[in-house]
Nanobody, 124 residues
Framework: QVHLVESGGGLVQAGGSLRLSCAAS????????MGWFRQAPGKEREFVAAIRGSGGSTYYADSVKGRFTISRDNAKNTVYLQMNSLKPEDTAVYYC?????????????????WGQGTQVTVSS
């Protein structure tokens, strides 16, 4: 069993920054890739970023590449998402998730543990 808790969301003006955190308990995550997803009202949940268990490789959706940075601290069992140059279209609930298998995939159906989500709202 894995319990994931996101934090760090909020209201920010366009061009601003936020740092999201995803703290895990119940299992050590260092052997798992981890992903961040987001879901805007009326839209499907979409992949944002992922990171290898070792932290050695990262993956991003084209829409956030160059603006967002995913990282992790395995000693703290925590994954982060640094979001810079935020745009109104980044407004969504952001979720962290653990894949069913240990490796990354952009398909949200292949993740079995999810946090409760944290709201990010970017005003224009």
């Amino acid at each position: 069993q894995v319990h994931l808790v996101e934090s760090g969301g909020g209201l920010v003006q366009a061009g601003g920054s936020l740092r999201l955190s995803c703290a895990a308990s119940g299992r050590t995550l260092s052997s798992y890739d981890m992903g961040w997803f987001r879901q805007a009202p009326g839209k499907e949940r979409e992949f944002v970023a992922a990171i290898r268990g070792s932290g050695g490789s990262t993956y991003y959706a084209d829409s956030v590449k160059g603006r967002f940075t995913i990282s992790r601290d395995n000693a703290k069992n925590t994954v982060y998402l640094q979001m810079n140059s935020l745009k109104p279209e980044d407004t969504a609930v952001y979720y962290c998730a653990k894949p069913i298998r240990s490796f990354y995939t952009p398909d949200p159906r292949m993740y079995d543990y999810w946090g409760q989500g944290t709201q990010v709202t970017v005003s224009s």
